[in-house]
């Protein structure tokens, strides 16, 4: 079983930056490929970006690219998603998210954690 706890959301303006932070706890996520996801006030929840356990490989939605980094630390049991050049669109409660399958394979995510919101104003 592995837990999962994002944190660093917050309120910034519009071109700020802001850093989410998960840890994992429970069992290690080090052979996890991890995602953020968001979910943003009446819509669907969307992919962000992922990460292979390695963190070799990475992979992001076309409206974050080049805004926002993933990257992992397995000694740490933490993955991180640094966001940059915020937009007012980037409100959403982001999550972090262990997958069951290996790279690249996100269709199944095993576990979640709750959540942590991030604001935007512009």
């Known amino acids: 079983q592995v837990q999962l706890a994002e944190s660093g959301g917050g309120l910034v303006q519009a071109g700020g930056s802001l850093r989410l932070s998960c840890a994992g706890s429970?069992?290690?996520?080090?052979?996890?490929?991890m995602g953020w996801f968001r979910q943003a006030p009446g819509k669907e929840r969307e992919f962000v970006a992922a990460?292979?356990?390695?963190?070799?490989?990475?992979l992001y939605a076309d409206s974050v690219k080049g805004r926002f980094t993933i990257s992992r630390d397995n000694a740490k049991n933490m993955v991180s998603l640094q966001m940059i050049s915020l937009k007012p669109e980037d409100t959403a409660v982001y999550y972090c998210a262990a997958a069951s399958n290996p790279w690249p394979d996100l269709s199944v995510m095993s576990y979640w954690g709750k959540g942590t919101l991030v604001t935007v104003s512009s």
């Open positions: 990460i292979s356990w390695s963190g070799r490989n990475t």
């Open positions: 429970g069992r290690t996520v080090r052979g996890y490929t």
